[in-house]
């Protein structure tokens, strides 16, 4: 496969403000066909990993001042990783991704999409909907029947949960949400500051090249799947990442299992200004990288803007993410990748014909989380090529991208190349062949292995999962 087949991979790198003529680098490979869908979501994973594993392979030879490594794309391995929360197991036991609450639900005027995995995002929903804390499915079921969908969804939102009424693509283009979405791209970087360039050292990879983040310490402050998918690759690549979450919002270690691979994680009260807040300024002091992924305006009250970041330590390079862009009515929402395929139409366009009796009427969904993995490679990618930058000219940078913004690409910039499995019933996907297993502090589990790679670059990561918040909260020796 040549890159006329693949123009995806050539509008991401754009976005990413790289150089074109690096393109010659990547080959694809593999056989087609894992991620069956009617949109090209192919495509989509194609692209976002091969812009991460060329940003790799650049950042690699920026810092040894030798040519950008080869990059080959294998279809096997990327849809194994787009699936890697379905594939992962521990001693053998699957994770079960979503719970009871989060699922679709018949409106009195269409449909909505609910996701309550989190306890507090299910007790939020239950009490918009004035519904007993241990209502079930079809207390739930019998209230949002009576109701138009909009309502659910504002009414859900307004108690802080989360509801999105499904839309079609021509509602979401008229929804004002959707029509700002429309006009912003994939992701942006700007450099926000000035700073001297910062090169650190680091051990080698394979065939004693130094990993591209290898000196690098990561402030991982996300949740869920792109974000860490993002900080699983810069782990991946070298970086020292460590994870840190508010006590009081436990993770699930299911979840953890999936994309905690290479990193630690560590908890602090960020609202405690005499204890973890002083460690967190301590980890701040020696970061180079800080990848934000809560809510927009979530973590403002704790100085934690770009600009704020960047004023206490320049030279950063700093990473947001969000469900639906940061402007707009939207703009301050939670989302998840489950909510944004329903309000952006991909749920009506991968639908079945009405009276499915496999899903929701016409409504329907990706084969995989591909808005979350996509945006996450595209992150990473974007944090890579930002440290390029910063290793050949200083600055700090900020990168922002959204999985609405993503969405948009899937659905109005991708062209179906051929092989791009772009409708159901595509080749057997053989998951054992893109698996590893390995001993943890949990168990033995078994994990997909990342798709993000360059000729002379890291096969595995260096360490699994430990304990979700069981790290010590500081930065490993250089």
């Not at 690699?60 to 699936?83: E, S, Y």
């Not at 402030?219 to 974000?227: C, I, M, N, Q």
């Not at 749920?347 to 009427?361: K, N």
């Amino acid at each position: 496969m040549n890159q006329a087949l693949h123009p995806g991979t050539g509008t991401a790198w754009a976005a990413l403000g790289a150089d074109p003529a690096l393109l010659d680098r990547v080959t694809y490979g593999g056989a087609p066909g894992g991620l069956p869908a009617r949109t090209p979501v192919m495509d989509l994973a194609r692209s976002s990993v091969a812009v991460c594993s060329l940003a790799a392979a650049e950042l690699a030879a920026a810092r040894t001042g030798g040519p950008v490594p080869r990059v080959r794309v294998d279809d096997g391995a990327v849809t194994a990783a787009f699936l890697s929360d379905r594939l992962v197991r521990l001693d053998g036991q699957a994770w079960s991704t979503f719970a009871p609450l989060s699922r679709f639900w018949r409106a009195a005027d269409g449909w909505v999409r609910t996701h309550a995995n989190y306890p507090h995002h299910r007790g939020r929903l239950l009490d918009a909907l004035a519904l007993p804390p241990d209502a079930g499915a079809d207390a739930v079921a019998e209230v949002i029947a009576g109701r138009r969908a909009t309502d659910v969804e504002d009414t859900v939102y307004a108690a802080g949960g989360l509801a999105v009424a499904a839309r079609d693509a021509r509602q979401w283009a008229e929804h004002e949400q959707g029509a700002l979405v429309a006009k912003h791209p994939l992701l942006t970087l700007e450099r926000i500051g000035d700073a001297p360039p910062r090169r650190p050292g680091g051990g080698p990879g394979s065939g004693g090249r130094p990993l591209p983040c290898a000196g690098l310490r990561v402030l991982d402050l996300t949740r869920v799947l792109a974000g860490p998918v993002a900080t699983r690759t810069l782990a991946l690549l070298g970086a020292d990442v460590l994870r840190i979450d508010a006590p009081q919002l436990p993770e699930s270690q299911e979840a953890h299992n999936d994309t905690g691979m290479g990193k630690r994680s560590a908890t602090l009260d960020l609202g405690d200004r005499h204890g973890d807040r002083q460690v967190f300024e301590e980890l701040l002091s020696g970061a180079d990288v800080v990848v934000l992924g809560y809510r927009p305006g979530g973590l403002d009250r704790f100085g934690l803007t770009p600009e704020e970041l960047v004023a206490r330590r320049p030279g950063l390079v700093v990473a947001q993410l969000s469900a639906w862009g940061r402007y707009g009515p939207w703009g301050e929402r939670r989302g998840f990748d489950s909510l944004v395929q329903v309000a952006t139409g991909i749920a009506a366009l991968e639908g079945g014909a009405p009276g499915d009796p496999d899903g929701p009427g016409p409504l329907g969904a990706l084969p995989a989380q591909a808005l979350d993995h996509g945006t996450g490679y595209l992150l990473a990618a974007a944090v890579l090529r930002a440290l390029t930058e910063q290793h050949r000219a200083g600055g700090s940078t900020v990168a922002r991208l959204a999985l609405a913004q993503t969405a948009h690409w899937l659905v109005h910039g991708l062209v179906t190349a051929p092989g791009g499995g772009t409708a159901p019933g595509g080749a057997a996907f053989d998951a054992e062949r893109r698996t590893a297993v390995r001993d943890s502090p949990m168990g033995r589990l078994r994990y997909a292995l990342s798709p993000v790679g360059y000729e002379g670059g890291p096969a595995d990561w260096a360490r699994p999962p430990g304990l979700w918040g069981t790290d010590a909260p500081g930065w490993l020796r250089a």
